[in-house]
């Protein structure tokens, strides 16, 4: 007769894999500046275009909502 032992993870291991998750995002979420979330966001938002009409569009809301000083167009961000 043989004996297996099975391994059960415990809630508290369930718990503290959480918590390291959330702390984990956080991280992550805290590391990146306002200037990079926005850009992320606006490239999210641009890739969401359903055709090159849509994309034109979505580029000059974007440019619209974010305006520029004139002797700024034609530098990227």
Excluded: C
Excluded at 2 to 16: D, K, R
Excluded at 19 to 31: M, N, T
Excluded at 42 to 67: G, I, Q, V
């Amino acid at each position: 007769m043989s004996t297996t032992f099975s391994y059960h993870s415990t809630q508290s291991n369930n718990i503290v894999a959480t918590v390291s998750a959330i702390l984990k995002r956080l991280g992550a979420y805290l590391s990146h500046t306002a200037d990079h979330r926005e850009r992320a966001y606006e490239e999210a938002y641009l890739a969401e275009s359903a055709d090159r009409y849509d994309l034109e569009f979505r580029m000059r809301e974007l440019a619209r909502a974010n305006p520029q000083p004139t002797w700024m167009s034609g530098l990227g961000r």
